[in-house]
């Protein structure tokens, strides 16, 4: 499995994400340009200049206090939503007419989840939020909509999120929620977290169903929409990337099995903890994004599909 070294941020990457047709893998980073690439051969197709999505529509987030609709042909920004302080995670809704973007705490403010209705005529686009939720401690990492879009699930600084706190207070995070990721039929979801764990739950009960136990505190999780397999991303944290030899900092994507929680191989290549994960929705190869500002593309080799515990 030889990976496609795709290079064209300037600073760590943060996020990755496959459109749904997994033709198209979108990367941002702290350069504030989120990039559009060719899911077979990393070809760079163009950046969103001004700071997940669908083949239609790009929703990004920034510390510029904004999120923003972008058209993904085009290119052309439709509309900017204005908050008052620092955006950090988003997400379209199944059928694409609501999205979840989490603010951070500022200032006096704390941090909320907003919730936007998104027109079908870009020309009827407002900003106002049909919802909004404040209360969580910290900084929300990730919010994703449960099943039937009627609930919203997050992560964060709080260790493990109001729901899954309030639900099973021993099984939960004992440290922050780095990520979070649906399965592709919505009845599960995974979480990463610097506890040095990823945890698999159940997204109607939000009851525990796996723990997988690593070596280095977790920043990016994934899960194979093929095979029973899920992917753990990360390495020391990013202060101590400078004083570790980058083969003592364990930067690899180890791989799992989902139901009996081993170990079951890695793919090493990144020169700084890896901060992103992302399966195609096809299940034939995935991509990370690193500290080292590099998104490396891997496209599986056959052994890969008979690999058996």
Not at 28 to 38: E, R
Not at 59 to 68: L, P
Not at 115 to 127: C, E, L, W
């Amino acid at each position: 499995m030889r990976p496609i070294l795709m290079k064209g941020h300037e600073r760590p990457l943060t996020f990755l994400k496959y459109n749904r047709d997994g033709d198209l893998l979108f990367s941002c980073a702290k350069d504030h340009n989120p990039t559009v690439w060719f899911a077979d051969n990393g070809e760079r197709l163009g950046t969103y200049r001004g700071h997940n999505g669908d083949s239609g529509r790009l929703i990004t987030g920034s510390a510029d206090q904004t999120a923003r609709l972008w058209n993904v042909q085009t290119g052309q920004q439709l509309f900017t939503f204005n908050f008052d302080s620092p955006t950090k995670s988003v997400d379209f809704s199944v059928g694409d007419k609501l999205a979840v973007i989490t603010t951070d705490p500022f200032m006096e403010l704390s941090s909320a989840i907003h919730v936007k209705r998104i027109a079908k005529d870009p020309a009827d686009q407002t900003g106002e939020s049909l919802l909004v939720i404040k209360g969580p401690q910290g900084r929300i990492n990730r919010a994703v909509w449960g099943p039937l879009n009627q609930t919203i699930i997050s992560g964060g600084e709080d260790s493990t999120g109001k729901l899954l706190k309030e639900t099973d207070k021993e099984s939960g995070h004992k440290k922050t929620i780095t990520s979070l990721v649906k399965s592709a039929d919505g009845s599960h979801f995974l979480t990463g977290s610097l506890d040095k764990s990823a945890k698999l739950w159940d997204s109607r009960t939000l009851t525990l169903v796996k723990t997988y136990v690593t070596e280095r505190p977790v920043n990016a999780v994934a899960m194979s929409p093929l095979l029973d397999h899920v992917v753990l991303g990360g390495g020391q944290e990013a202060s101590s990337v400078t004083t570790t030899d980058h083969r003592a900092g364990k930067f690899e994507a180890k791989f799992y099995d989902k139901i009996l929680q081993e170990e079951i191989g890695g793919v090493k290549g990144h020169f700084g903890p890896i901060n992103a994960l992302a399966f195609n929705p096809d299940g034939k190869s995935f991509s990370s994004g690193g500290e080292d500002g590099y998104v490396r593309l891997h496209h599986f080799d056959q052994e890969y599909f008979n690999i058996k515990i």
